[in-house]
């Protein structure tokens, strides 16, 4: 148990589907991250939240739109994927200015 | 954009001492981190540097040469439990960025 929790752990979603990662803390941490991870890959840094702040990376599809309501929770709204996206989702969560990322167990996701 | 290279797969045997490489390439670099993930697992933290040096924790040391770009992490006395795949990550000067090479696959045999 790592205090960040994701939910769904698997997920089979149509190309033309609506569906949305979900990721909540229990570390009292005020920065928030979605990682992809593919095989054979670095993992791949998609978004991170820290103070209220959000730092996009700009080769990150718009099909994916990440949800910050506050602090401890963090959402990835995903729409009309493909195939290509399959991978799994991490979530991880750090107090800021420390060099320590804290890993959900991810979201495995599967694009038909 | 960043550059991290780490050679993809490793193996040694129950007992022995193994080190995995990291070289990066980056503009803003913060330190150094590295993480362990068993299959199906997720990343966990091993230890950061941030500055040039030996870090021991353990069985885990992790040393960092920022005028050589590089950095490694030691394993000593290794287990069966140690087989896994470990990540170099570099952290840059924005706190909140950390980007992952691409693992280094550990295989632990008796």
């Known amino acids: 148990e790592t205090g960040v929790t994701q939910t769904p752990r698997h997920l089979v979603m149509g190309m033309t589907n609506k569906k949305s990662l979900k990721c909540e803390q229990h570390?009292?941490?005020?920065?928030m991250y979605w990682y992809k991870q593919s095989a054979k890959k670095p993992l791949e840094l998609m978004f991170v939240?820290?103070?209220?702040?959000?730092?996009e990376n700009n080769s990150v599809p718009s099909r994916f739109s990440p949800e910050c309501p506050n602090s401890s929770h963090l959402f990835l709204h995903l729409h009309t994927l493909q195939p290509e996206d399959s991978a799994l989702y991490l979530c991880?969560?750090?107090?800021?200015?420390?060099?320590?990322?804290?890993f959900g167990e991810g979201s495995r996701l599967t694009v038909l | 954009g960043q550059s991290l290279e780490q050679p993809s797969e490793v193996t040694a045997v129950e007992g022995a001492i193994v080190q995995i490489n990291c070289t990066y390439q980056?503009?803003?670099?913060?330190?150094l981190s590295w993480y362990q993930q068993h299959d199906g697992g997720a990343p966990t933290f091993l230890s950061y540097?941030?500055?040039?040096g030996l870090e021991e924790t353990g069985r885990f040391s992790s040393f960092l040469s920022r005028s050589d770009s590089y950095g490694y992490l030691l394993l000593q006395e290794l287990q069966m439990k140690d087989s896994a795949s470990y990540f170099c990550?570099?952290?840059?000067?924005?706190?909140?960025?950390?980007?992952f090479g691409s693992g280094t696959k550990l295989n632990v045999k008796p």
């Open positions: 980056t503009s803003g670099f913060y330190g």
């Open positions: 991880a969560s750090s107090q800021d200015r420390t060099g320590e990322l804290f």
């Open positions: 570390l009292g941490h005020n920065a």
């Open positions: 990550a570099v952290r840059l000067n924005n706190f909140n960025k950390f980007y």
């Open positions: 540097n941030g500055l040039d």
């Open positions: 939240y820290s103070l209220e702040e959000r730092v």
